[in-house]
């Protein structure tokens, strides 16, 4: 079995890289808070459901296994994640709706939780490692 097979690592890989993508797009309306009628942008949330059914589905790697005892991993930014307009705020006189304060805000939740699931994704190898003996 492949460690992207199993579903808690996939959800983790997929939560990772949402994160960082939103991480991306938060710093883009970041440095476009001056351009005028620039619009913020966000990821849509990931559902719950979606993920967890497409857990038990293996996708195909751009890179290559040569030996059984490797592990088999996606590109980072291999799936892209919908890119939506969010108005949370009122536009400025010059059509800019980049609120500096609530995107850092959403930065600083962003970072975290990209934590907690490095966290989790970490201690669920060293529990593998252990049931494995190593």
């Known amino acids: 079995m492949n460690l992207p097979d199993v579903p808690l690592m996939s959800m983790l890989k997929t939560r990772m890289n949402w994160l960082h993508q939103r991480q991306d797009v938060l710093s883009q309306n970041v440095a476009n808070a001056d351009t005028p009628r620039y619009v913020a942008h966000d990821l849509k949330a990931l559902d719950f459901k979606d ?32 890119d939506v307009e969010t108005r949370d705020v009122e536009a400025n006189p010059n059509g800019n709706s980049v609120s500096l304060e609530a995107e850092m805000i959403k930065v600083s939740d962003t970072q975290a939780q990209f934590q907690a699931a490095a966290n989790i994704y970490a201690k669920a190898m060293n529990l593998m490692r252990t049931a494995i003996g190593h």
């Not at 296994?65 to 994640?81: C, E, L, Q, W």
């Open 51 to 82: 993920a967890l059914r497409s857990t038990g589905t293996s996708q195909a790697s751009n890179l290559r296994v040569t030996d059984a005892r490797h592990i088999a991993i996606r590109p980072a930014g291999s799936i892209k994640f919908e």
